[in-house]
């Protein structure tokens, strides 16, 4: 069993910036790819970021220059700062594992963006 807990989210006004924790836990043995996903208001769910175990990254066009996706293998800990946010960045953010036992997710964590 692994557990993946997110941490971070909360409300900012545009243009401000929070940065998204997730934290590892249990029979990890080893850590794949990782991402965050969002769930937007009235929107499907999508990746916004993903980082490979050797440090590789891919962006949602809508975020590129903005969030940079991060991980710290020795703490089995992933990170998403996000700068510039934007009213439509608002949605519930999922971190989401790959590890040897199975593909796990977290129980996500709100972000908004409002004035």
């Known amino acids: 069993q692994v557990q993946l807990v997110e941490s971070g989210g909360g409300l900012v006004q545009p243009g401000g910036s929070l940065r998204l924790s997730c934290a590892a836990s249990g029979s990890i043995f080893r850590i794949y790819t990782m991402g965050w996903y969002r769930r937007a208001p009235g929107k499907q769910r999508e990746l916004v970021a993903a980082i490979t175990s050797s440090g590789s990254t891919n962006y949602a066009d809508s975020v590129k220059g903005r969030f940079t996706i991060s991980r710290d293998n020795a703490k089995n800990t992933m990170a998403l700062q996000m700068n510039s946010l934007k009213p439509e960045d608002t949605a519930v953010y999922y971190c989401?594992?790959?590890?040897?036992?199975?593909?796990?997710w977290g129980q996500g964590t709100q972000v908004t963006v409002s004035s």
């Open positions: 989401n594992g790959n590890f040897p036992i199975g593909n796990y």
